[in-house]
Every structure is written in C-alpha cells, then in structure tokens.
C-alpha cells in the first residue's frame, strides 16, 4: 500500500491551476496596469531593473532547491526526480538575467545603476520567501513560484506591443520576446511533473501556498511599478522619442 | 456539508466571490484550501477591490512575469 505521506495525485496541477484562476484577475488587473499606454517608456525600463532584481535569484533557487533534494533523497521518493528537474530547469535559465541588462542598455537605462539599487521589497517577498521554505520546509515548495512566473509569462503579443507604444528598438525587447516562447513548454512540463511526483497532502499545501503568495506579490510589484510617481531605479535618461512616433 | 466547509463558503462569499456561479468542481477545490491558502486568497481579493476601477476593466492578458 502506498504511503499517504508520499501520494501522487493526477490531478494536481489542474487543481492548483483550478485555486490560482481566483487570484488571476488580480495579477491581469496588475498588468494592465503597468503596460498601459501612457508613460509607457520609462515604465518599461522600471520593468526592466526589477525584473532583473527577480531572475537574478532565479539560477541560484534552483541550485539551491536540487541541493536540498540530494539532502532528503534517502527518505523522500520525490527528492530525486525533483532534483533532476530543478538542475535541468537551471540550465535552460542561465544567463537570462544577462539579457535583461542588455535590453535595459538597448533602452536607455542603466544597466549599473539597476544593480546597485536596492532590490524592491515585493522582489524580496517573492524570492525570499522562496529561501525560507527551501531551506526551512521543503524545495517542492519553489514548484508554487514557478508555476505563477511562469504561467504568468509575457502574452505573444506583448513584446510587439511594447515596441510601438516605447518607439524603442526591436533589441530592447529580447527578454519579453523569448520568454513568451519559451515559458509555454516549460509551464506543460511543469504540469506533468506535479502530477507525478509523491508529495503527499502536506507537500502540495506547500506548492499552493507558495503560488497564492508569489502571485499576491506579484500583483503587489506590477501595481507599483505601475505607479507613476514612484520609480523603482535610477535610471538614465531615456532617449529622445522618435519624431512621430508616441508621447 | 459540514460547518467548516459551509463557514469557508461563507467567507469567500463574503469576500465577493460569485460562489454561486462557480462548478461543482471549483467549489471542490476551493473548499479543499487550507487557513493559509484561504487567508492569501482572501487578501488577493481585498487588495483587487481596492485598486482603481479602470485597471479592473482591462480583462486582455499580457503578462509580463519572467522566471
């Protein structure tokens, strides 16, 4: 008999996709209102600095969560093929941070500048949080963060978008552009992985828990990026707009 | 339906969510949902009433989260 500790469940991530559907208009409403028309430029680039404060500790959480699974994989089935996941995971996102800074450089901003500030809080909520219940509970609970940043990912269109409504070049929207492909087939893995691995009740409270925080502040970080009076970095003057082309 | 779940219902109804127009399935999920995760909705849903009524109007996804 199996040991309830250590249940799969099949319908696992059609039920965590099932709770984060009520938090989703949130998280839509916040985006709305950060890619809104106007002011759209030096938004972009506040988007840009605390992206990067984010994806920098995207590499480093997966590290660190497949370590963890090597400490626990003697007592706990799912440790394993979760620590094969993560590591997997780690290298198809290494070196993405990278490119954020070159888009922001693209953009005018200053890539210097977004590196030295002080991360905002709501990064540090997400991530940290991450940290704690990694270190302190169990890594599966980095599952819940990926599956919100990722189901979450930049629309198709988006990049386009931004595009026209910035006047920036093409090369300013490298980061928006690749995600919006890439995180598809990384969110249809993810799925197949929470449904296979024996967590148990207890660990996929800790996956739910997790999701419903990252999306709570990931809302929190669009809503003030999205708030004209407060930038997030020091950024360089952004270039001159294009004769013709948006305020 | 015992207490626990009925007092769940309640709170989420209470919080503004259409529970009515919700399937069978949902409920389900939702009543599933321990204190925590039923507190981090609940705050999800409290901030969402509280941001301006024009952003609630945008219902187009794009996104913009990166991993």
Redesign the interface.
């Known amino acids: 008999m199996t040991d309830p500790r250590f249940s799969a469940d099949p319908r696992f991530s059609a039920e965590l996709r099932a709770t984060l559907a009520l938090a989703a208009p949130a998280v839509r409403a916040a985006s709305a209102a950060l890619w809104r028309p106007s002011g759209l430029r030096a938004r972009y680039l506040g988007y840009l600095g605390a992206m990067h404060a984010l994806l920098r500790a995207s590499v480093p959480l997966l590290e660190l969560a497949a370590a963890r699974c090597a400490e626990l994989a003697p007592g706990d089935p799912a440790a394993g093929p979760l620590g094969r996941y993560l590591l997997r995971h780690a290298e198809e996102e290494r070196g993405h941070d990278d490119w954020l800074l070159a888009d922001l450089a693209v953009a005018g901003g200053d890539p210097a500048a977004a590196l030295a500030a002080v991360p905002p809080a709501a990064v540090a909520a997400m991530a940290g949080a991450q940290y704690y219940w990694i270190e302190h509970h169990h890594p599966v609970a980095l599952l819940g963060y990926l599956a919100v940043l990722e189901g979450n990912a930049p629309a198709p269109g988006l990049a386009q978008r931004l595009a026209a409504g910035t006047a920036l070049p093409a090369a300013a929207f490298r980061t928006v552009r690749d995600h919006a492909l890439l995180d598809t087939g990384h969110l249809a893995e993810l799925d197949g992985l929470l449904d296979r691995l024996p967590l148990g009740r207890d660990r996929r409270t800790a996956v739910r828990v997790s999701a419903l925080h990252t999306a709570r502040e990931l809302a929190r970080l669009f809503h003030e990026l999205a708030a004209d009076h407060r930038p997030v970095f020091p950024l360089a003057p952004v270039p001159a707009p294009v004769p013709g082309g948006p305020p | 339906m015992t207490d626990d779940r009925t007092a769940r219902i309640g709170r989420l109804y209470e919080a503004g969510?259409v529970v009515d127009a919700f399937s069978e399935?949902?409920v389900e999920?939702?009543l599933?949902?321990?204190p925590?995760?039923l507190n981090?909705?609940l705050?999800?849903?409290s901030?969402?009433d509280e941001?301006?009524p024009e952003?609630?109007a945008?219902?187009?996804?794009?996104?913009?989260?990166?991993?």
């Open positions: 969510f399935e949902q999920v939702l599933g949902l321990g925590d995760e981090i909705l705050d999800i849903k901030r969402l941001a301006a952003v609630e945008h219902s187009e996804i794009a996104g913009g989260a990166l991993f």
